[in-house]
């Protein structure tokens, strides 16, 4: 007994059934996976099956989008068909499937020639390449394999898929702050000593500035946490529904 795709079946000398192969395209186009049975040596049936779908994921995605990423990409070993018509349910952008792990590890080798920095989330053995190779590698920490999670340069430890665009939302929101309360200081520092040296800021006057910097400073970074706790009760973009698949999320350099 022998139970596969079609092309298992072929290198196990199987006869190619007609009907089977026709109820594999069908099946492939509603977003299952066929196999093929076959017992000594004729094929009996074709079985399906399919994941469960993720209720978070087109939400996910629909947020990825509203975050300032430009391209979602779908790696995955599962059956072409199988993979678009997961795709087109949940807003993928391209869709790359029956890849291998080491064709993983090239498309995110392609997309780094093309100008993007990738980040890749997995959470399987297969996926540790790819990991490896992204700019940013991320690990399903609560349902990830244990290579993945020590290749990969973030863990997300709960498996909640809406974790990732808060992650990079709150991460460009931490690099902008930054770079404000940078230019806050510099320019403070600057108009002090150009006080100084024209004879117009006494050390009274330089101390209310320079403290007075601080506190604005801090109350510019305080505004991370308020954008933290309104992500944490966004409502959601979209109607839920798809399954987990290694997504790669790829954002075009500046």
């Known amino acids: 007994m022998a139970v596969g795709n079609l092309p298992l079946l072929r290198a196990e000398g199987i006869p190619e059934d007609h009907g089977a192969a026709a109820e594999v395209e069908r099946l492939a186009g509603l977003g299952r996976t066929p196999m093929v049975v076959a017992l000594d040596g004729r094929v009996i049936g074709v079985v399906a099956v399919a994941d469960r779908l993720r209720p978070d994921a087109k939400e996910m995605i629909a947020r990825?989008?509203?975050?300032?990423?430009?391209?979602?990409?779908?790696?995955?070993?599962?059956?072409?068909?199988?993979?678009?018509?997961?795709?087109?349910?949940?807003?993928?952008?391209?869709?790359?499937?029956?890849?291998?792990?080491?064709?993983?590890?090239?498309?995110?080798?392609?997309?780094?020639?093309?100008?993007?920095?990738?980040?890749m989330v997995g959470d399987g053995v297969n996926d540790a390449p790819a990991l490896a190779t992204a700019d940013i590698g991320v690990a399903m920490g609560a349902a990830g394999t244990g290579v993945a999670i020590e290749t990969a340069d973030i863990a997300l430890m709960k498996d909640d898929?809406?974790?990732?665009?808060?992650?990079?939302?709150?991460?460009?929101?931490?690099?902008?702050?930054?770079?404000?309360?940078?230019?806050?200081?510099?320019?403070?520092?600057?108009?002090?000593?150009?006080?100084?040296?024209?004879?117009?800021?006494?050390?009274?006057?330089?101390?209310?500035?320079?403290?007075?910097?601080?506190?604005?400073?801090?109350?510019?970074?305080?505004?991370?946490?308020?954008?933290?706790?309104?992500?944490?009760?966004?409502?959601?973009?979209?109607p839920a529904g798809t399954r987990t698949t290694d997504p790669v999320r790829a954002e075009q350099t500046d």
Request: charged residues 20%; positive net charge; hydrophobic residues 50%.
């Open 161 to 238: 898929l809406l974790k990732l665009p808060q992650a990079i939302g709150l991460a460009r929101s931490t690099v902008s702050v930054m770079r404000q309360n940078i230019a806050i200081a510099l320019l403070t520092v600057v108009a002090l000593l150009i006080g100084v040296f024209g004879g117009g800021v006494t050390m009274a006057i330089g101390m209310l500035v320079h403290e007075g910097s601080v506190l604005l400073v801090i109350v510019n970074a305080m505004r991370l946490m308020r954008r933290r706790q309104q992500q944490a009760g966004r409502p959601p973009v979209g």
């Open 64 to 119: 990825l989008h509203a975050n300032g990423v430009k391209k979602v990409v779908m790696l995955t070993g599962d059956n072409r068909r199988v993979a678009e018509a997961v795709a087109a349910e949940v807003g993928v952008d391209e869709v790359r499937g029956q890849l291998l792990p080491e064709d993983k590890l090239v498309a995110v080798q392609q997309l780094q020639r093309e100008g993007y920095t990738v980040a």
